[in-house]
């Protein structure tokens, strides 16, 4: 089965596709406070609903995400919730977008998938070129909560050890790159478990469902094999953190 779609069953029963909750999104929301008129832009969108959550501030923007799937779904949720808002959902990369006429924008969200840009260092580049001068970043990334992280977890998840940093090299980053923290909220083990699990459950839900599918034992492998990994490592070795972020410089 095609990476996206396999991803699409793997979080048919999400609300979001990261580690988080609806709650911690709803006072990141609090904290960006979001005005009527004010523009947006979230990059690896997923399903849109954040993007949509923003519509409901009277935030206009555009969410784009590079699986069909998911702006599918994105589009639908739309139609069915907020057919009048002035927002859009693009199939597209996320490295391969290119801002309007009308230039940066006031929120920019990136929430774990600063692989588009390879890495934390090309996201949070980009991310400050999206967004205007003294706007505001959502930025969510993963972190190291160990020293040392197990190798065999590494092998296993097809990581490096400095494709993340912990959360202190994080913050140093993100300083670095230009902006100024001013709020982080950290996935708690229930969000992690929530996460995970609901993956486990989407999985074996779409399977008891489609038993003659042709790529079924494979999609149940995989995710046997992310389980195994997630509950022998994930859980001590690698956190999610949220951070909203303002461009200083």
Not at 92 to 105: E, K, V
């Amino acid at each position: 089965m095609e990476f996206h779609e396999r991803m699409a069953v793997a979080h048919d029963l999400h609300v979001f596709w990261n580690p988080v909750s609806e709650e911690v999104v709803d006072e990141l929301l609090w904290a960006l406070d979001p005005q009527p008129g004010m523009r947006a832009l979230d990059i690896a969108c997923g399903v849109g609903e954040l993007l949509l959550r923003l519509a409901g501030y009277g935030v206009r923007g555009v969410g784009v995400d590079v699986s069909p799937w998911a702006i599918e779904r994105a589009k639908a949720a739309k139609a069915a919730s907020l057919p009048e808002a002035d927002i859009e959902f693009v199939a597209q990369g996320g490295a391969d977008y290119t801002l309007p006429a009308d230039g940066p924008c006031d929120i920019v969200s990136l929430v774990g998938a600063s692989w588009i840009w390879d890495g934390y260092q090309g996201t949070l580049r980009a991310l400050h070129d999206f967004v205007r001068p003294d706007g505001l970043v959502l930025f969510g990334e993963p972190y190291w909560k160990v020293s040392e992280p197990p190798a065999a977890y590494l092998e296993a998840e097809d990581l490096e050890a400095d494709s993340f940093l912990d959360l202190a090299g994080l913050h140093a980053a993100v300083e670095a790159a230009g902006f100024r923290l001013l709020y982080q909220v950290v996935s708690s083990g229930q969000d992690w478990d929530r996460y995970e699990m609901l993956q486990s459950l989407s999985v074996d839900r779409w399977a008891m469902a489609h038993p003659d599918h042709p790529d079924r034992d494979e999609v149940l492998q995989v995710q046997r094999r992310a389980q195994r990994t997630y509950l022998r490592w994930g859980r001590d070795t690698c956190g999610f953190t949220q951070m909203i972020l303002r461009r200083v410089d």
